[in-house]
């Protein structure tokens, strides 16, 4: 039976990537080795990294004087390594849900963190737009999709400090004007690679201007002196990057993936409202275009178990809602298509003739 795969991530990635991947796995660049046993300074591999960042830059607009970096370590290393490398006495955070909480947990080792809103009080359901960036923060740090709560901000914001911000789970699904942002980084595994890379774009003069001493692979500094090559890189994660980078360019770059990205959504929004058994979690302002998350209905919610396992009987998987939000969530990644979305809205309604 065909998978329709919603998993919130790692997730579902192109055939383009995937078919590529496993050939490179058998024979790579015609060297007649495995990816998985050359070098990464091999000449081969140079030119992967290589155009992978050439890719990150042009599809992303990256302007001079920023550099793209591939390390390991996950999105979760960068809610430590940001503040040792920028934060001398206060930053300010955004507290729009778990990964943002886990962020300002660990900036809170390196100083004094200013929480500007939260919205925590009410389980993470909407974006606080009411709020003051303090201006003699060091930064201001936000986290731009919230892939457990399915709230996001499609807008880049404005800060009077240098602003960082957690893009892992909706890079690649709109226009960013890179040039707002003193450092922009996520886990590639949501909309990029599979686990195991993580991207930083970094603009080089946000750095340098913290006074303790850093650990060198903590430093971001050392990582661009090397051209993300101090140490093994992960070579495989950043091969397939570097196909999904091919990938999205072939279809058009961002805002060619933003007009699908949007219509999926609508698609699975516009039933959402429409269905008698199932209601939306978050502020209709604020929903995220790449995790919707939804639940049955009160008066239904005893029928959540038997949805899932319809949904199931249909080859969708992934939509079991995370722990902290219950219900439901259909993680609506580039690499899915519409027609995935089609047989989930088709199967709500199944659902909701049957009830
Ligand atoms: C998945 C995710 C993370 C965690 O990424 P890891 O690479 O697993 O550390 C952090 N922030 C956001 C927004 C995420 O979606």
Redesign the pocket.
Known sequence: MKKHNFY??PSIMSQYTIKNTADAILDFAGTGLSILEVSHRSKEFQAVIDEATALMKELLGVPEGYHVLWLG?????QFAMVPFNMLEKKAAYLKT?K?AA?AIKEAKLFGEVDVVASSEDTNYNYIPKDYTIPTDADYFHY?S????FGTEIRKDLDSPVPMVC?M??DIFSRPVDVSKYALIY??A??NIAP?GV?FVIVKEDALGHVSRAIPTMLNYQTHIKKGSMFNTPPVLPIYSALMTLRYYKELGGVEALEKIDLEKAAVLYDEIDRNRLFTGTVAEEDRSIMNVCFVMKPDYAELEKDFIEFATSKGIVGIKGHRDVGGFRASLYNALPLDSVKVLVDAMKEFEAKH
């Open positions: 919130a991530g370590g996950g999105a979760s290393t849900g990964w886990n986290t999709n919230n892939t457990i957690d892992s789970s996520g886990g595994q949501k686990a993580t």
